[in-house]
Structures are given as structure tokens and as C-alpha cells.
């Protein structure tokens, strides 16, 4: 299973650049769909993402059906003010395709002609009723971990591996 995240037409280059260096630390593959509302060697992004940009897998598809005629297969769900299940009420471990995490532009989010096909598929992130909406990259992030949760976070360290799992058990020097 490969996490992938969806991110339709963004328009802030932060949210775009922390949600690159989410995805690169969770093995997450990043999907960008046209217009984005920025330069990707925008200095906000670059500075969002740092150095971790480097290592991201992830791709730019001019419109929503090219998107869906390169990766025509796995399993898709909507992040959506109008969704009616949280994210943890999904089951992310019954089959072994790929995931798909979709998330729409920061303005409007994700058109409602995508979701009126996917309505079993769209969730909600649960939160005060009167506020439309959390920010994006944290809504990104809290649908990747609960994806990464169910499955155990297969393929992540959970170990301090670059200065040892020990380092608090050493005297101070």
C-alpha cells in the first residue's frame, strides 16, 4: 500500500510546502492538480518544506482527469466540510491498493461534482459547527496519521535513528 495525498488546485504555498514535508517524513506520495495558486520554487514554499523537498516523490497533472487516467486505480477518499464521518470511522486496512487522501484549494475546496461521486468516500474532520473550516496542511496531516495509525505505521521508524534511540539516557557532557 502506497499513502498518497491529493492536493486539488492549493493556493497557499505554506500549506503546499508543509504538506511536502509531511508527506516526505511519512513516505507519502504528493499529487499537485492545476492551477496552483504559486511558483513551486516559490521561497514560502521552499522555506515550508525545507530540505526536505528533495526527497518528495510527487507530481503535477494539469486537471482533475489527468490525474484519474494515471492512477485509475486504489482507494479514494474526500476531505470535505460536507463530509459526514470522521476520518477514524473509515477502515484503511481492508484492502492492500493504494491510498488517496483528497484535499481541495484552501478557498472553496473540492468541487461538488467530484464529491457527489464519492459520497460514501467524504469525511469530515469533527470541530465546532459555526467554523468551516481547519487550516489545510493540518487537516492533511491529521488524515495521513490516522491512515498511518490503522496500519500500524508500516515502513516508519519509531526510534530516534540520526542521534540514537539512547540519546536520553546519556549524562550530560
Known amino acids: 500500500m502506497q499513502l498518497n495525498v491529493v492536493l486539488y488546485e492549493p493556493e497557499i504555498p505554506q500549506n503546499t510546502g508543509n504538506i511536502m514535508r509531511t508527506c516526505t517524513v511519512w513516505n507519502a506520495r504528493l499529487h499537485l492538480i492545476e492551477p ?26 494539469p486537471d482533475w482527469n489527468s490525474f484519474l487516467e494515471k492512477n485509475p486505480h486504489g482507494e479514494f477518499y ?67 496519521y490516522e491512515v498511518l495509525r490503522q496500519r500500524n505505521y508500516e515502513g516508519l521508524s519509531t526510534e530516534e535513528v540520526i542521534k540514537g534511540s539512547h540519546v536520553l539516557d546519556k549524562s550530560p557532557e
Open 36 to 61: 496552483l495558486g504559486f511558483s513551486l520554487d516559490e521561497k514560502h514554499l521552499r522555506r515550508a518544506g525545507m530540505d526536505y523537498i528533495k526527497s518528495l516523490d510527487y507530481t503535477v497533472y
Open 78 to 144: 474526500f476531505a470535505t466540510r460536507y463530509g459526514h464521518q470522521p476520518p477514524d470511522r473509515f477502515d484503511y486496512t481492508l484492502s492492500d491498493d493504494d491510498i488517496y487522501l483528497v484535499f481541495g484549494k484552501e478557498s472553496t475546496g473540492i468541487p461538488k461534482e467530484i464529491l457527489k461521486e464519492h459520497l460514501d468516500r467524504c469525511m469530515r474532520i469533527p470541530m465546532r459547527g459555526e467554523f468551516r473550516s481547519m487550516n489545510l496542511s493540518n487537516c492533511a496531516a491529521v488524515c495521513m
